[in-house]
């Protein structure tokens, strides 16, 4: 069956809207890009392309319904040494239009793979990835590590441990069409931002507006949900992996989590932020930048 024109949106005048809106904040990318994008057996990705041509290629992988806008606050400092490659997934919100569905990890493993090459010209990529992106990068690491130089998890949603129940419960209640029930999971989720500053303030209530109209405006998915990687599978990844993870994360504990880690993936390095959670990539720019910087230029 073929799909319909304004197709993945519900009606033309949501995909208007929500492109026109995308592109008004698009229009504040701090440095400038190039935008493109890359055809898979998926669909079309959509990527937004920064920093020197011939530097070090790295992708950035958004959480779920994020896009690649999401990176906005640390794509100048990553983007000053790095060929920084901001993609919007092919199964959710943003630019990218998906022409099948993704029914499982390995799929997107399949997907992310003909991006990187789409994008790298065969040199080894910086894969980060954030929440749900974060577990796509595992993924795709744990099949094609041949693919990726390094590998850098932004509190990654469901692969170190499972997801705590208070996030499930709030989660579910942010599927309630209005707009009261999506700020009260986001306010939680992004606490240090939701309590900040005017500034702070202001970036969450749009954060809230960006999604909660993406919800309504996108055709129904179903995702494929996160999955635990096994002890043997961490242990096995072959790639120089960061995970960086904000001290107030509340979908699952930093401190547990780090202690999986360090049991069985001691090879890996582990960074905690301080005053951040979830937030970390908007309420911490400077410090996750920094701390991923380091890490790729082999710093402390």
Known sequence: ?????????????ARDRYLAGYDRRAAHWPVPSREAFV?????????????????????????IGATSLMWMAMVEALAATR??????????????????????GA???????????????GRPVDLVGASYGGWMACEHALRHAERLSHLV???PVGAVLHLSPAFAARAMLAQVPARA????????LAW?????????????????????????WFAPRRPVPPRRLSDGEWASLRVPTLFLVGRNERIFSPTRAVARLHRVAPGGRCKVVEGAGHDLFIVQPEAASRAILDFLDGGP
Not at 84 to 96: C, K, M, W, Y
Not at 181 to 188: I, N
Not at 192 to 197: C, E, F, K, Y
Not at 209 to 216: E, F, L, N
């Open 1 to 13: 069956m073929p799909f319909p024109p304004y197709h993945p949106f519900r009606s033309a005048e």
């Open 39 to 63: 055809e898979t057996a998926f669909g079309r990705t959509f990527v937004r392309s920064s920093g020197p041509e011939d530097g070090p290629p790295m992708v950035l992988l958004p959480g």
């Open 83 to 104: 060929r920084v490659h901001a993609v919007d997934h092919i199964f959710d919100h943003g630019r990218s239009v998906w022409s099948r569905p993704v029914r499982s």
């Open 107 to 121: 799929e997107y493993a399949v997907w992310l793979d003909e991006v990187l090459g789409g994008l790298s010209g």
């Open 153 to 155: 998890l932004v509190a």
């Open 181 to 188: 029930c999506f700020r009260q999971m986001m306010g939680w």
């Open 192 to 216: 240090d931002l939701a309590r900040g500053d005017d500034r702070s303030r202001a970036i969450f209530e749009e954060m809230v507006d960006d999604g909660y109209t993406s919800m309504r």
